[in-house]
């Protein structure tokens, strides 16, 4: 069973930054093990991919939308993933969420992860 919470949501203004946290739990996962993403999903909008990267951290990939202002990050220690999120725009408005991958090299697809999170709203105001 795992276990992945997000944490660093909030309300920002245009141009700030947030860093969004998600830790994961499980006796038997093993997290450095799969490649961890972050998707976000805005009202009325698709879940999207925003941001992935492999088991080892080596690789990453990033939305076209995020890139240069986002930043995926792992700390297998921890078994934590991290997004920082800087210059941030009211687009960027949306529920956030972590996902494992059992591809280790990791995938754009929301149908190659496993296990969700439940989210973490982040909120930018023009």
């Known amino acids: 069973q795992v276990q992945l919470v997000e944490s660093g949501g909030g309300l920002v203004q245009a141009g700030g930054s947030l860093r969004l946290s998600c830790a994961a739990s499980g006796r038997t996962f093993a997290f450095n093990s799969y490649a961890m993403g972050w998707f976000r999903q805005a009202p009325g909008k698709e879940r999207e991919f925003v941001a992935g990267?492999?088991?080892?951290?080596?690789?990453?990939e990033y939305a076209d939308s995020v890139k240069g202002r986002f930043t995926i990050s792992r700390d297998n220690a921890k078994k934590t993933v991290y997004l920082q999120m800087n210059s941030l725009k009211p687009e960027d408005t949306a529920v956030y969420y972590c996902a494992a991958c059992r591809i280790p090299v990791g995938s754009t697809d929301y149908r190659s992860y496993d296990s969700w999170g439940q989210g973490t709203q982040v909120t930018v105001s023009s």
């Open positions: 990267t492999s088991w080892s951290g080596r690789t990453t």
